[in-house]
């Protein structure tokens, strides 16, 4: 029996999502260390055609999308290196951006928040190609502001 995806109702702005699976486990596990600027993504798990957890592409797809928000970046002087911010992007197939909201817990002020949430729209088309069994439409990315 195929099912019909579940009506969606828009939210007040500034209000987060209700939590679903996807998304406890996603900030459950924001925490994991990544190299860069950005952690991410931090999905739900992708299964490969092997069967088991696609960890390395996973890796790779999270850094894809670091590099790619970073790159257009411009972080304003009032984010201190070392502050923290979640963002939540919705993205379609192919890397366009739906939406870029930031999540809690966000250590930026208004001009980091609004800097953040505009460089993943400048990104866009986000990584895709060669990440299609990994690719989620909802992403928790967690941001750390580094030195210029």
């Known amino acids: 029996m195929k099912r019909l995806p579940r009506p969606t109702r828009a939210l007040p702005p500034?209000?987060?999502p209700a939590p679903t699976p996807a998304?406890?486990?996603a900030l459950l596990?924001?925490?994991?260390?990544?190299?860069?600027a950005a952690e991410g993504p931090v999905?739900?798990?992708?299964?490969?055609?092997?069967?088991?957890?696609?960890?390395?592409?996973?890796?790779r797809y999270g850094d894809a999308l670091r590099d790619?928000?970073?790159a257009h970046w411009i972080r304003p002087q009032s984010v201190s290196p070392g502050a923290r911010c979640m963002l939540l992007v919705r993205q379609l197939p192919g890397?366009?951006?739906?939406?870029a909201e930031v999540s809690s817990p966000c250590d930026y002020d208004e001009a980091g928040?609004?800097?953040?949430?505009?460089a993943v729209y400048k990104a866009q088309p986000l990584p895709y190609a060669g990440?299609?069994?990994?690719?989620?439409?909802?992403?928790?990315?967690?941001?750390?502001?580094?030195?210029?």
């Open 14 to 16: 500034g209000t987060a």
């Open 23 to 25: 998304l406890m486990l």
């Open 29 to 36: 596990l924001a925490s994991w260390p990544f190299a860069a």
């Open 43 to 59: 999905p739900d798990p992708a299964v490969s055609d092997a069967g088991g957890l696609d960890d390395a592409l996973m890796a």
């Open 68 to 70: 790619a928000v970073v």
């Open 95 to 99: 890397g366009d951006v739906v939406s």
């Open 113 to 118: 928040r609004a800097s953040i949430e505009a």
């Open 131 to 148: 990440f299609e069994t990994v690719f989620q439409r909802q992403l928790l990315l967690n941001f750390e502001a580094r030195d210029r």
